[in-house]
C-alpha cells in the first residue's frame, strides 16, 4: 500500500526522476507549468538525447540531484511558486541554465 501512495500524483503535477548513471535516482514530483519554462525544457531536450522518447516509468532527467535542486529553486523564485500554489500559468522564457 505505501508504494500504491508513492506511484500517485496529483492532477497538474508530474512525477521525475534526477541523476546520473553513476548516481542513485530521487523522485521528485513537480507541476506541469514547469515544462514551459526555458530552463526545464533545456532539461527535457538532454533527456531526449540520452534517453530518447521512449522510457518506462517516471520521466527520468540526466542532471544531478544538487543542479535539479536549483534549477527549481530558480524557477521558483522567478515565478513566486512554491510546492503548494496550483498556478497552471505559462511561464515566460528568460533564464538560462547552464548546469545540467
Not at 514530483?29 to 525544457?41: A, D, E, G, N, R
Not at 535542486?69 to 530558480?74: A, G, K
Request: a positive charge; glycine letters at 4%; one cysteine or more.
Amino acid at each position: 500500500m505505501q508504494e500504491d501512495k508513492k506511484m500517485k500524483v496529483k492532477k497538474g503535477w508530474l512525477a521525475v526522476e534526477v541523476g546520473l548513471e553513476n548516481d542513485q535516482f530521487q523522485r521528485f514530483v513537480i507541476p506541469i507549468s514547469y515544462l514551459y519554462h526555458s530552463l526545464f525544457k533545456h532539461l527535457l531536450d538532454k533527456a531526449y538525447e540520452v534517453y530518447g522518447y521512449h522510457t518506462n516509468g517516471p520521466l527520468k532527467l540526466p542532471c544531478s540531484i544538487d543542479e535539479f535542486l536549483h534549477l527549481r529553486w530558480r524557477i521558483e523564485k522567478e515565478y513566486g511558486h512554491h510546492q503548494h500554489n496550483h498556478s497552471h500559468n505559462r511561464l515566460p522564457h528568460v533564464l538560462y541554465f547552464h548546469s545540467c
